[in-house]
């Protein structure tokens, strides 16, 4: 049997992610199921990692952004809930440029431990895994 420590917690249709370059953290899109599920969700693969599953995450804060990306403003981002206020930011619109797969998958599935190298110097991870939420 599996020690605790063993159990991955897999990323699923939904989950939310961030990038420590954007300003606003994006739920993963995966529009057609590859027919594997975690707990009635849709699994997410190494292979789910293009703009159709990931879109942008507000604007980029990079050194580097994205060369010809739209400038945009943007209301801050305040998480579901809270009742902070956050300022509107302006700058280039975060486009992902992601380089490869996501790294340290879980044989092809991606787990809370995986995450994502964007070309803009920012690092894409997971803050939940999707599974909390409805489908």
Known sequence: MAEETDK???LVRGAMLCC???THPRRLNLPLSHGVYAYGHPQITDDDCTQENISYFGVCCSETPP???EVVRLAGYVP???TEQAEDVQGSRC???IIGKWNNPH???VTMDSYLICACGGIIEPKTSGQEYGD
Request: hydrophobic fraction near 10%; avoid cysteine; proline fraction near 6%.
């Open 95 to 97: 486009t992902p440029d």
């Open 67 to 69: 060369e010809g990306a």
């Open 20 to 22: 420590r370059q954007g």
């Open 80 to 82: 579901e809930g809270s």
């Open 107 to 109: 044989g092809k599935a």
């Open 8 to 10: 991955k917690e897999y």
